[in-house]
């Protein structure tokens, strides 16, 4: 940020967590019997005691593994769920008050759950969505017709939803938590399920829109590409802890480096081989592709060549989506074990 700018924050958490407490239910209907009377009950911890700002006009990536805590975090930070700890200020509201002044100027899309009508067309949706945040019809339908033409989707406006693609589906999702210009907008897993194309326009849309109209967003996704191309703040969570914030560029350095080294064998071996850190070439294998950290790749390809005239050598940087797919294949593991990592 700028010195001269003054930095205005949108969002900022005090010790926000939220826990959950379940029943285990036995198998067999006596021992389901006998625990009317008698139950254990599971505590789950959803979200750690979290504390982060954001400030306005700022774009935050969200990720994590399933489970890891991303939907919570934005159902607290929109007021969908009670915080069971903490305090929240999003553009100055307790968000789970839910005052009519807080959500003209919040908006939430869930990319797994539709908020407009099924049997309707969606320009009807949006007729009920403009009464909703009280905006007059005639500028709702120019808003309408403004953002329809961005995700060129005006031909679909006046068709059931149900009828619709899922990519269609999802950019009418996008036209209706548009429609009231919110100031925070919540974004979770809104290219999920969709072909490359739809996630494309999506992504691009979503790109100029924000530039355009600066809301403050969070956005979580699977999609590595809506990160780094979208987001520039990077926020990793894993057992409902936040265990990184920062840049994209500054996660990537600090992860440990990894290079991608491909070639061809001139002669390959008659049987299989194993080399040193245990990667194996198969018998008459030509083509050789290992990831490894990159100080490994000297003596690898010492070792190769060795073995037999190489070439088309390569070494390449491990892609970004490769070491945040690294990053939760870790997460992963260490859930099963009951730990969490560390940035």
């Known amino acids: 940020m700028h010195p001269d700018v003054t930095r205005e924050v949108t969002i900022e958490t005090t010790g926000l967590s939220r826990s959950y407490e379940t029943y285990k239910k036995p198998e067999g209907l006596l021992k389901s019997i006998e625990g009317f009377w008698k139950r254990e009950t599971i505590h789950k911890i959803a979200l750690h005691p979290t504390s982060l700002t954001v400030d306005r006009g700022q774009i935050v990536g ?9 939907t919570t975090l934005l159902k607290l930070l929109s007021g969908l769920i009670y915080p069971s700890a903490g305090t929240t200020k999003v553009l100055g509201y307790d968000p789970h008050q839910r005052q009519p002044e807080f959500l ?6 869930l990319g797994q759950k539709a908020q407009l009508w099924w049997d309707l067309p969606p320009a009807d ?9 009280e905006i007059d ?3 709702a339908r120019s808003r309408v017709r403004e953002l329809a033409d961005l995700l060129a989707c005006t031909d679909q406006l006046h068709i059931q939803l149900r009828r619709l693609s899922l ?3 999802m950019k009418m999702e996008i036209i209706g938590a548009l429609l009231h210009r919110p100031e925070v907008l919540f974004l979770d897993e809104p290219t999920i399920g969709l072909d490359i194309i739809a996630q494309t326009k999506i992504r691009e849309f979503l790109g100029e829109y924000v530039k355009a109209e600066r809301p403050t967003v969070i956005l979580t996704s699977h999609y590595m590409d809506d990160i780094s191309l979208l987001a520039d703040r990077l926020m990793l969570i894993s057992h409902g802890k936040i265990v990184y914030d920062g840049t994209v560029s500054a996660f990537t350095a ?11 064998l001139l002669h390959p071996p008659a049987q299989e081989v194993t080399l040193r850190h245990e990667f194996k070439i198969g018998a008459g294998e030509r083509s050789v592709r290992f990831e490894m950290p990159a100080q490994w790749i000297a003596d690898v390809l010492a070792e190769l060549m060795a073995l037999s005239p190489v070439y088309d050598i390569k070494i390449e940087e491990v892609e970004f989506e490769d070491v945040i797919r690294s990053f939760m294949e870790q997460d992963a593991r260490l859930r099963a074990a009951g730990r969490s990592p560390t940035a």
Request: aromatic residues 4%; positive net charge; hydrophobic residues 35%.
């Open 125 to 133: 949706s949006y007729e009920l969505l403009a009464k909703i945040y």
């Open 137 to 139: 019809s005639a500028v």
């Open 167 to 169: 990519g269609e589906r």
């Open 104 to 109: 003209r100027r919040v908006s939430i899309l």
């Open 254 to 264: 600090k992860s440990e480096l990894r290079q991608t080294l491909s070639l061809k």
């Open 62 to 70: 969200l990720v994590g593994s399933n489970g890891a805590g991303k």
